[in-house]
């Protein structure tokens, strides 16, 4: 593996950098201000700093191919996502942030020209954005065959009935659809092939979101994470995404990128708590002397710098590999770094919160928003039991096969 980015790469990570130090981080404070004002809309700041990234040819930067995006392989990408992940609302200025991400690879790769024409054009340009909805709240939704939403066909239509919590995006007034995982075939035999997808807009009568979930408290506005009922809900059979049975495979698919392109955005969240809490240690002086004198001090900011960068190391390893062999091939790394990431992050963040004290926990920093955000991860995509459950599996069945 070659740990060298191409030129293309630096010279992105470059204009990225500097568009993040000039654009961003002067008006992120302004952005939760007006974001005060309007919680789920979209605070104007964002709207003229999507604009400047357009202009600057920062857009779409996720997406594999060139046909819709930039062009970047995993490995390409993951420098450019860390450096969006340093400030929480970053991503969505480029348009690549969750869940629009997965849901627009989803219709590339799944969708049919109606649908990619309906629904990918508008995401693709920053028009709308969407939800995933599979989570529910009766049910251990890590497992994807364990859902109980109901898609029946009826006709030219299906009608979908169930009951979704903590569906990301579905909150916000600019969310004008949904991809919905439910069963339509819930008594065949293959329980991988119980499960379909299905295009769902929100203004679809029937679709009663309930409440903003929230999450340590924040309702992580202007996305949210809302509470759906599905009562009756009648969409055209075209909706249908590949096919009836495939939900599982194309959930399969979608998930992959989505769990490292998280470890990415984390990787710049625990650097940025880094940088913050060395910072404060120089700065702050305690009991007559400066903060970094003390030994407990220097080794949260070394352990933290280890473990961030065997995080990153660990994760270009696997978009490495995603990009070689296929995200199926690369599906122990990428369970390995969906484990150790948000660990981690939660680890740096809760030492930065630590060194600036009663600070750490208020507005005046990122840090309790950020702890926040890497505590979810650790659930989000599948909690870290399921991912260790299965690379155990997976890992004990190949060592035993070669000692025979």
Known sequence: MNFEYSPKVQNLLQRLKQFMAEEVVPVESQYWEQLEQDRWGEPPIMEEL?????????WNLFMPGSEHGAGL????????????GRVLFSSEIFNCSAPDTG???VLAQYGSDAQKERWLKPLLAGEIRSAFAMTEPKVASSDATNIETEIVRDG????????????????????????????TAPDSPDRYR????????????????????????????????????????RVPAENLILGEGRGFEIAQGRLGPGRIHHCMRLIGQAQRALEMMSARAENRVVFGRPMIKQG??????????????????????AADQMDRYGNKAARDLIAMIK????QMACNVIDRAIQ?????????????ARAYAYARTIRLADGPDQVHMMQLGRNLAAAYAAEVG
């Open 355 to 367: 060194i600036h004290g009663a600070a750490g926990l208020g507005q005046d920093f990122n840090l």
């Open 156 to 183: 030219d239509d299906y009608v979908i009935n169930g009951h979704k919590f903590y569906i990301s995006g579905a909150l916000n007034r600019r969310c004008e659809i949904m991809i919905v995982m439910g069963k």
């Open 194 to 233: 119980q499960q379909s997808q299905i295009l769902v807009p929100m203004n679809t009568p029937g679709v009663k979101v309930i409440r903003p979930m929230t999450v340590f408290g924040y309702d992580d506005a202007p996305e949210g994470h809302g509470e759906i009922i599905f009562d009756n809900v």
């Open 50 to 58: 999507k604009q400047k990234a357009r202009d600057a040819g920062l």
């Open 103 to 105: 849901n627009m690879e």
């Open 296 to 317: 407990s001090v220097r080794e949260d900011i070394a352990k933290s710098a280890c473990e961030i960068e065997q995080a990153r190391l660990l994760t270009l390893k």
């Open 339 to 342: 484990i150790v990431a948000p």
């Open 73 to 84: 392989t995993n490995l390409e990408y993951a420098p450019l996502a860390e450096e969006m």
